[in-house]
């Protein structure tokens, strides 16, 4: 039968280039990962024939083995599970998948320190690819289980490689590497040599739940116990934190282990992991979530978002479910009620692990909010029934520091005539905290939280109190400091201007006022308390989205010399074509102030250098 050379994909070549000079220091790891394939190629082909009768495929003795030849040098890890089709070889082995491989390439090459590519492809996981770490050439052969025909494939993990039909290969999968030599410098240790093998296995494999047999031994290398369902007294750590590899991909320990199990009318078990570091793609909008699902040990899906909430979707593990029937599906999984019980609780312990390790542990917890704070922020948009915890999980910038606060700490800190929890949110921290809404609530010593995330914006939409403490925008709505409001003749003193100027600046803003939060500034811009901020405009553009445009409210200094002097100048000369020009300025350094944009700039610079010229 004639052989085929194909081209590996543009972005499987690069990645294949990365693992052939290999960046990755512990290359023991390419077992792992083969094994599980296998292991899951094993589980795919048990599910499938107990759902579709008519597979015609063996399956009395689901297996996975492990093969050397000291002469020649190579290692051969086989499994007689689902295998795959040519399609599949070039689908599943010549590409990559993933989303975000381009973006986490580009990243990649960035870089130029290697742990931080370390750091990187961990995150990623090569899975298949890393073979190439440690051999320089890789054989595949492969039968999918109920088809006749075979295929072979073959690459040195250069640019391309090769693929052609084989008529006598068994059901399933065995890859075959043929090992680079020996370098203990390099880490590159000696993958035929037994030994070697089974300490590799025993270290990352042992809880696969299929035999993990060596040569023509029966006895497998492995204790194929089901980690969940062994009491937690009676695991370690460290087989925690290899289990979680396996079913996350991720390549360093998890922060925190969980382990739960409910008796009763619906039994079940649950593994669940939150992870040291976000994954690349946590933001990716094809970015899997959930976990695994296993039904009395029967693995059943990867990423079951049935059962954890999107704003949760960094949990990984298992939860082994005693009562539910093997073909079930996602979507009837979505409308299970217990299902849906399940996941209530699995969400209360998330969130009361988060809670604990928040006061135990405040050094893990900032890596956690560090990873994954944006993502739990999503919860207060979905998870009314949790908002309670997730508040107190917050950790946010303030005015107070440089440390990140909790809201209960802000609270404790609230002055004894402050009402209001206050925030502003916005691009970046210096542009907030150099907004002139700032001004007034510094002068009073009022902490200001900072909030820049864009998630920031929608959820302070939906959160109206803390601990019975309303929250209260800076840049929204009127403000009332107590003492600083202004008094009535003042009001009566620059209505006239204010109507003006509400009359000559009516494109941009809705109403023009006197204000209570500056001190230094002449003007700012703020919002009506339901309005869109400018920020959350800005984002919702940039998704395409269109929006009219909103209009806030101009809000002057009265004791700003600019201010008192443009009233002298229009109660001496209303109809001066001049004090137009003066009323646009003043709008333009109030949007510029908050890091707005104006909307015609060149103008705008005209103005100015006009007046400059003038004063000169
Ligand atoms: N032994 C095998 N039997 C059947 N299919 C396999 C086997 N090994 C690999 N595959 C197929 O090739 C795909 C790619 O494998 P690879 O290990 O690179 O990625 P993955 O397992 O999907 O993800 P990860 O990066 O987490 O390992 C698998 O998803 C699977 O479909
Ligand atoms: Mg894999």
């Known amino acids: 039968m004639s052989s085929e050379t194909l081209e590996f994909q543009a972005e499987t070549r690069q990645l294949l280039q990365l693992m052939v000079h290999s960046i990755y220091s512990n290359k023991d790891i390419f077992l792992r990962e083969l094994i599980s394939n296998a292991s899951d190629a094993l589980d795919k082909l048990r599910l499938e024939s107990l759902i579709d009768k008519d597979l015609e495929a063996d399956t009395s003795d689901l297996h996975i083995s492990l093969e050397v030849s000291a002469e020649d040098r190579t290692l051969t890890v086989r499994d007689n599970g689902i295998g795959m089709s040519r399609d599949d070889v070039v689908q599943l082995i010549g590409t990559i998948a993933k989303s975000g491989t381009a973006e986490m390439l580009r990243k990649m090459r960035e870089s130029k320190d290697a742990a931080a590519k370390q750091e990187l492809i961990g995150q990623f996981g090569v899975g298949f690819y890393s073979t190439f770490m440690v051999a320089d050439k890789v054989t595949l052969v492969t039968r999918r289980a109920g088809e006749t025909g075979g295929t072979r494939w073959e690459s040195a993990g250069e640019g391309t490689y090769e693929i ?55 006895t497998p290398l492995n204790s194929m116990k089901a980690l969940w369902a062994r009491p937690r007294s009676e695991v370690s750590d460290e087989e925690y934190h290899e289990f979680y590899k396996h079913v996350s991909h991720d390549w360093t320990d998890p922060l925190e282990t969980i382990h739960m199990k409910a008796e009763g009318a619906f039994e079940y078990e649950a593994l669940l992991f939150i992870p040291s570091r976000a994954p690349f793609d946590l933001f990716s909008r094809d970015g899997k979530r959930g976990v695994q699902l296993y039904v009395k040990r029967v693995f059943i899906m990867d990423d079951c978002e049935a059962l954890t909430p999107q704003y949760l979707r960094f949990v990984k593990g298992v939860v082994d479910a005693h009562d ?37 542990a405040a050094e893990k917890y900032g890596t956690f909010w560090k990873e994954f704070g944006r993502a739990l922020k999503e919860g207060l948009i979905d998870d009314a029934d949790n908002r309670d915890a997730l508040l107190d999980l917050l950790l946010l910038p303030s005015t107070a520091g440089s440390e990140l606060t909790s809201l209960r700490d802000y609270v404790s800190r609230m002055k004894e005539d402050q009402k209001d929890i206050y925030y502003m949110t916005g691009e970046s921290r210096a542009m907030v905290e150099h907004s002139p809404h700032m001004e007034a609530f510094l002068a009073k010593g009022y902490e200001v939280l900072i909030l820049t995330d864009p998630v920031d914006e929608v959820w302070v939409e939906r959160i109206t109190e803390f601990d019975g403490k309303p929250l209260q925008s800076i840049a929204k709505g009127q403000v009332d400091l107590g003492a600083t409001e202004t008094p009535a003749e003042q009001q009566e003193e620059f209505a006239p201007l204010l109507k003006y100027l509400g009359e000559k600046l009516q494109e941009d803003v809705k109403d023009v006022r006197l204000s209570s939060r500056l001190t230094t500034s002449a ?89 400059l010229a003038r004063s000169l």
């Open 164 to 218: 052609e039909a084989v008529d006598d290969a068994p059901q399933g999968t065995s890859v075959t590497l043929h090992l680079k030599p020996e370098d203990p410098d390099d880490q590159l240790h000696d993958y035929a040599a037994d030994w070697k093998i089974r300490e590799i296995v025993k270290r990352y494999s042992d809880f696969i739940a299929w035999p993990i047999r060596l040569g023509d031994s029966d």
């Open 523 to 611: 003007a700012c811009i703020v919002g009506d308390e339901h309005d869109i901020t400018p920020t959350l405009e800005k984002m919702y553009r940039a998704m395409g989205q269109e929006l009219p445009r909103t209009k806030r409210i101009l809000e002057l200094n009265p004791t700003h010399p600019l201010v008192t002097g443009l009233r002298s100048a229009f109660s001496a000369a209303p109809d001066d074509e001049g004090l137009v020009e003066t009323a646009e300025l003043l709008y333009g350094v109030a949007l510029l102030a908050e890091g707005g944009e104006l909307a015609d700039p060149a103008r705008f610079t005209r103005l100015v250098a006009d007046r």
């Open 324 to 360: 539910l029937s093997l073909n079930i599906s996602r979507e009837i999984l979505q409308q299970d009620r217990q299902i849906q019980v399940v996941r209530r609780r699995l969400v209360k312990k998330v969130l009361s692990t988060l809670s604990e390790l928040r006061e135990n």
